[in-house]
Structures are given as C-alpha cells and as structure tokens.
C-alpha cells in the first residue's frame, strides 16, 4: 500500500455527511461551515448574500470539500425551505440542519411603544424561519433513519436582558427543540440548541449598543466582559467543535439539549 501522509489519511468526523447551514455566509454560520468542511462534510449555506456564500464555498473546495451556496431569504415561507429542497435535489440526502438565521428587526426594546411588524418580524426571523428549514428536512431525515439538527439560540434563550420579541424568540427555540425531540427521536434524529453568549460577529452592533446606553463602544464592550465567568468576548470559531459534537455519530446520544458555549454568561 502506497504511504499516505497524515493529511491525506485523515478521516472527518462528519465525512460523508451533507449538511445544510442557513445564515452561513458570516459569523457563526460561516466558522461552523468551514469547520464542517474540514471535517469531510458536503456544506450547503445560504444566506441573502451571494458573494459571502462564494466565499464559503470556495473555502471547503480548498480543502477537499464540496459545497453549493443558495441564496435565499428566510423571512419567505417558501425561499426558507430551498437550502434543504436544492441540497436534497443536488446530493441526494440531508443528514444535518444548522438552524443559524437570526436576529432582531427594527427598534424593539420598548413594549410600551413596540410596534407590531417589528415584534412579528423579529419571531420570523428569530424562530420561525428554522421551523421552515426544519420541516423541508424532517421527511428526508426520517426516511434515512438519521439526522441532526441543531439551532442556534442565545443567552437570551435562558435569561432576561434583551429585547423583548428577541428574547421570545429565542426562548421560542428552546421550546421548539426539546419537543420536536421527542417526535423525532424514534427516527434517529436529536435535535438541539447550541447558544452563544457574546461573540465576536458582525450581527453584534457595537455603535448602536452603546448609543443604546448612552456610554462609550469601550465601555458597551466591558460591560459584555463582564457578564461572562471569563471575562471576554467570544471568537465563532469557538463554537464550531460543540457543533461537530452534536451532529457527528460521537454525539448521538445528545437530544433535547440547550447547550451553552459562551465562557460562563450570566451564570
């Protein structure tokens, strides 16, 4: 047998596993992406950006990977489901869903004077969007008798302190994956929520923050420091290894779980 060098033999953790990851172009999505693809996964992002998700893609095609980019909105019913419907179509399988889409959408943190469309608005692209993305690769994954979805939720998944729709949203998530793993566990499907606490993404604005409460960025920034058992704000890579962990067979006896990777936020 010809000598292989220690590159060449590695073998991914997720090798052979095609997987979807919705907001992926940036942040969080776009390290747990390419850490997939290093892992030997086939990684489907999408986003509304076309030029992030090129990007992506072209980072696992370096290292051996193969990847579709899909640009989609997922605050549309039907545009949500088609990063799973192409991958499906594309590889003939989904064996992992990232539910990563989120956010907040306009003014929210008064609910004396909130307005309606914004506090909606947010519960879609917060919560709801990864209801549509989960239904679309429900039936594939019971069909292949395997699959693992995880969402990403926040520390406002577990604690007070954010905008109100936002916060509900969040613990909306929380909810969504303890139950739909109960009807999915017969299937040899566990789902999951992987939440953050302060991490260092381009969703963080820092400017409107500290507007927000009327002190300095520096100041905005210590503040987060603080909330955190270490006293720092996170990088997204640093979520990426939980997230191999709950979607590889290593992790398939983790389901209805809210997991935290966010130094000791708010404990």
């Not at 907001?23 to 290093?38: D, K, L, P, T």
Request: net charge negative; glycine share 12%; proline share 3%.
């Amino acid at each position: 047998m010809p000598f292989r060098d220690a590159e060449e033999s590695h073998v991914g953790k997720l090798d052979g596993r095609v997987a979807v990851i919705t907001g992926g172009g940036r942040g969080i999505g776009r390290a747990i992406a390419s850490r997939f693809a290093r892992e030997g996964a086939t990684v489907v992002v999408s986003s509304r950006t076309r030029a992030e998700l090129d990007e992506v893609v072209a980072e696992a095609e370096a290292v051996g990977a193969a990847g579709l980019a899909v640009v989609a909105d997922a605050m549309d019913r039907l545009d949500a489901r088609r990063p799973v419907a192409e991958a499906h179509d594309r590889f003939g399988r989904v064996d992992i869903l990232v539910n990563n889409v989120g956010g907040s959408v306009g003014r929210a943190n008064d609910p004396f004077t909130i307005d309606d469309d914004a506090f909606e608005s947010t519960l879609v692209l917060s919560l709801i969007s990864a209801w549509w993305t989960t239904r679309e690769a429900l039936p594939h994954m019971r069909e292949q008798g395997y699959g693992r979805i995880v969402s990403i939720g926040s520390g406002a998944s577990k604690a007070t302190g954010g905008a109100l729709p936002y916060v509900t949203a969040k613990h909306g998530l929380v909810g969504m994956t303890r139950q739909l793993a109960a009807h999915a566990a017969p299937h040899g499907i566990t789902v999951n929520c992987l939440c953050p606490g302060w991490t260092n993404t381009s969703l963080v604005d820092w400017d409107r923050i500290a507007r927000g409460r009327g002190v300095s960025v520096p100041e905005a920034q210590a503040a987060a420091r603080a909330e955190s058992l270490q006293g720092r704000i996170l990088e997204p890579e640093e979520l990426t290894g939980m997230a191999v962990l709950l979607c590889c067979d290593e992790g398939g006896g983790v389901t209805g779980q809210v997991i935290s990777v966010d130094g000791g936020y708010k404990v």
